[in-house]
């Protein structure tokens, strides 16, 4: 009751005051966790679990725990629980089958998302789904969109969630004509667009530069567009070099006021809007209005996960133990991406200061500090980080010239996609 309330710490107490702890119980507990964002929690649980000689008798807890591991890109975890499912006889099951393709898509390893879906004997909508949605998480626009058309000759009936991947793809693949089509057939299969879907729409028109089009296309939604809406056409101008002459970007900062005045999210958008035009007067109003919000910003964070568990940071974090030695790593790395060509972007930090002390914010971003720390541990396992905020365009620049100083393929999963810099070059074809 309590975890399904969100009062997961008035839970975690009745539970460990349980004198049994059965099956029910440890289900109840795992679940709970996963269902409130505590996947760590969720995996560490079911791993205490089976230290106390309990096994999960069915797939329910294997899909749940699963789901965690897809929430902060377990790899490793996933896998071995893979294992425990094949040795289990669990992973026959089309709803285990799915959740593994989930994993594995979320996870970095699109190939192995693909093999598990191969190997399917029968499959549903979740399986397809999280195909064509880990395709297009990858940049791999062509493969979702043969998925789904394998999708519907296999007789599987789209749903909404479906388009929402198909035109995912489209958009991160730069494919304006496919998504317009694929939007266009919804009706043909008795769906009706939602706003999930106008969002993607005006997504692929913005991230491919049409921002008249864009215009044009909010304007004849048959819906009034909400603040998703209007976020993604900020986002959209913030990334088109012709963004802040568009006059719409003015109409979506005053819209996402109106609908959302106390998201933090919508200030900082609209700060870097301002930055981008170096309007400081503006950037400084909107940061002191910002700071009296009841909400605060979530922090940029990165994670890596290596065999002694999982290490995350953010701008500027010194709380590692192993401090010294990333930051020392970090600035030999800096000076070597440098003679390499790297320039630092400056128009992504988002302060008027002076030019060093904006490239040297840009320096200490939590994913630089996340690839350098993976450096200082090891020369061989293969360098995937996470991150829960979109990648800046320096550091991506930044990774180019890493992955090719260093000789070693770097796995960057921000909140839209994920990025693999191999010899100098991403595979977004710095298209995201």
């Not at 000759?153 to 969630?161: C, M, N």
């Not at 101008?237 to 005045?261: F, H, N, T, V």
């Not at 002076?354 to 090891?378: C, G, I, N, P, Q």
């Amino acid at each position: 009751m309590y975890a399904k309330c969100g009062a997961i710490d008035a839970a975690a107490k009745v539970f460990d005051h349980l004198h049994v702890k059965d099956q029910v119980s440890w289900n109840t507990m795992i679940s709970g966790f996963d269902q409130n964002g505590f996947s760590k929690q969720s995996l560490s649980s079911f791993c205490l679990m089976l230290r106390n000689d309990i096994q999960p008798s069915n797939y329910a807890i294997i899909t749940t725990v699963l789901s965690a591991c897809a929430s902060i890109a377990a790899l490793d975890s996933g896998m071995e629980i893979h294992a425990f499912g094949i040795r289990s006889h669990l992973e026959t099951d089309v709803v285990v089958g799915s959740a593994l393709v989930d994993m594995y898509g979320k996870s970095g390893r699109i190939d192995y998302a693909s093999r598990v879906f191969e190997s399917m004997n029968s499959r549903n909508e979740f399986s397809w789904n999280s195909m064509i949605s880990g395709y297009a998480r990858h940049g791999n626009g062509d493969k979702a969109l043969k998925v789904f058309r394998e999708m519907q000759q296999w007789g599987q009936e789209p749903d909404l969630v479906t388009f929402v991947g198909v035109l995912s793809a489209c958009s991160h693949a730069g494919l304006v004509e496919e998504g317009s089509k694929y939007f266009e057939s919804m009706k043909n299969h008795g769906l009706v667009p939602q706003m999930e879907h106008y969002s993607c729409m005006i997504d692929i028109l913005g991230r491919t530069g049409k921002l008249n089009e864009m215009e044009d296309f909010i304007k004849k939604m048959p819906v009034r567009p909400n603040n998703l809406i209007w976020r993604t056409v900020l986002v959209a101008c913030r990334r088109s070099k012709d963004g802040a002459k568009s006059g719409i970007w003015k109409q979506a900062s005053e819209m996402l006021l109106e609908l959302e005045p106390e998201n933090p999210v919508n200030y900082v958008l609209i700060s870097s809007m301002y930055a981008y035009r170096g309007r400081w007067e503006d950037v400084a109003k909107t940061r002191t209005a910002m700071r009296t919000l009841p909400v605060k910003k979530e922090a940029g964070r990165s994670w890596v996960t290596l065999h002694d568990g999982l290490h995350v940071f953010v701008a500027g974090d010194r709380s590692h133990p192993n401090t010294e030695e990333i930051y020392a790593k970090l600035h030999v790395l800096i000076q070597k991406i440098r003679d390499a060509g790297y320039v630092p972007q400056a128009e992504f930090a988002l302060y008027d200061i002076d030019m060093e002390t904006k490239e040297e914010l840009l320096s200490y971003h939590s994913e630089k500090l996340a690839v350098a720390f993976v450096l200082t541990r090891s020369c061989r396992v293969p360098i995937r980080i996470m991150k829960n905020l979109r990648v800046c365009g320096d550091c991506h620049s930044a990774f180019c010239y890493i992955s090719k100083i260093v000789g070693r393929k770097i796995t960057l999963r921000d909140c839209n996609r994920f990025h693999h810099f191999e010899n100098g070059k991403c595979s977004c074809g710095d298209f995201w």
